[in-house]
């Protein structure tokens, strides 16, 4: 997928450091594993590809929550991209409390193009769905995003024993999920994904469309326009 190139968009300033931090945990020491590189191969729809709990090919191979709400709201997202965290910053406290409550269908669509560890994350939270904690490390993976004062957003910062101790971090006790990342069970996945959205033609993360409808970026870094897009359309 062409997304390496995909433009950066520009939020407000100061709105990473108002993540809700209802999750607290130390960041894991940064360990680099030679060849992390190696494992990723090129983008390219697979239709033999393991899928995660909660992923259906009708959303978009995406990780789809409540898929019974009146209100579906599709989050396309890079697990290592700012902006994105920033989103999070702005509205993850909100749209966790409605996924929670049942009331909208979020349909989470993790894209791997700003660093060489993206594609292992968005791995990582598939697993992280088999074992029924997805919300849970959607969250920890941006309350632990390495800032820009750490490295350079496009280099590798998570690495497969890191993913496991931030799932353990959350809850997650079963061998499987260790199994899971270590296996790269669902790198597939993810090409799946980035496949559907290339065929969209969405190319930049964040991008969060509600009900067909791509919000603007003003919208998505905004509570008070985002929440009431939702409220407009029912959403209390």
Sequence with gaps: MADKKAKKN?????????????L??????????????AALAKNHSNSHAALPALVTKADGYGISI????????????DFRCPNCRNFEAVNNTYVDGLVRAGKINAVYHPMSF???????????????????????????????????????????????????????SVGITSK????????????NWTR????????????ATPTVIVNGKTLPLATDYNAKLFTKVLTDLGVK
């Excluded at 945990?25 to 590189?37: E, H, L, N, Q, S």
């Excluded at 409540?66 to 997202?77: F, L, Q, R, S, W």
């Excluded at 004062?149 to 998570?158: D, I, K």
């Excluded at 499987?176 to 790198?187: A, H, L, Q, V, W």
């Design 10 to 22: 520009k939020a407000p300033k100061k709105q990473g450091d108002k993540f809700t931090r209802y």
């Design 114 to 168: 700003i660093a060489p560890d993206s594609i292992l994350t968005a791995a990582a939270a598939a697993c992280a769905a088999d074992q029924g904690k997805f919300l849970e490390m959607h969250t920890a993976l941006y309350v632990n995003q390495p800032s820009s004062t750490q490295m350079a957003e496009n280099s590798a910062y998570w690495t497969n024993a890191q993913l496991i101790l931030l799932g353990h």
């Design 176 to 187: 499987t999920f260790d199994t899971c990342i270590t296996s790269g069970k669902y790198i």
């Design 24 to 37: 607290v945990i130390g960041m894991i020491a940064f360990i680099v594993i030679a060849g992390v590189g």
């Design 192 to 203: 799946n994904i980035e496949a559907d959205a290339a065929a969209k033609n969405i190319n």
């Design 66 to 77: 409540n898929p019974t709400a009146k209100v579906k709201v599709d989050m396309y997202e």
